[in-house]
């Protein structure tokens, strides 16, 4: 199993959007296509930002819904970034599960 320390890449308050996109890109997306699980350590991270998670996780939630959180795992979180975790992977999760509007206003005049 990979682990990502956020505070050696990001320091005591992860809110760096491109460091986020860097990570995703090449350690949690690659590792979940190799089906690999991956635990990203928040230990030493006091505060997070809701943009940060976002350019963190969403695509790989977005890709692999959620088996995703079967195979990342996320260590030492405070209280703050653990809800801020938590909100993003409702609300991605969700929108994922939502039907496509175009396609039911399509569905709708063809009835």
Do not use: W
Not at 5 to 30: M, N, Q, Y
Not at 96 to 101: K, S, T, Y
């Amino acid at each position: 199993m990979k682990t990502v320390v956020l505070a050696r890449v990001v320091g005591t308050f992860a809110e760096d959007k491109d460091a986020a996109a860097k990570l995703r890109r090449e350690v949690i997306l690659p590792a979940l296509a190799a089906d690999e699980s991956l635990e990203i350590d928040f230990g030493g991270v006091s505060l997070t930002t809701q943009s940060f998670i976002h350019a963190l996780i969403s695509e790989a939630l977005r890709q692999h819904g959620e088996d995703a959180l079967g195979r990342i795992y996320f260590r030492n979180c405070s209280t703050a970034p653990r809800g801020i975790i938590e909100t993003v992977v409702q609300y991605v999760l969700e929108a994922r599960n939502e039907p496509d509007a175009q396609g039911a206003d399509e569905r709708q005049e063809s009835d």
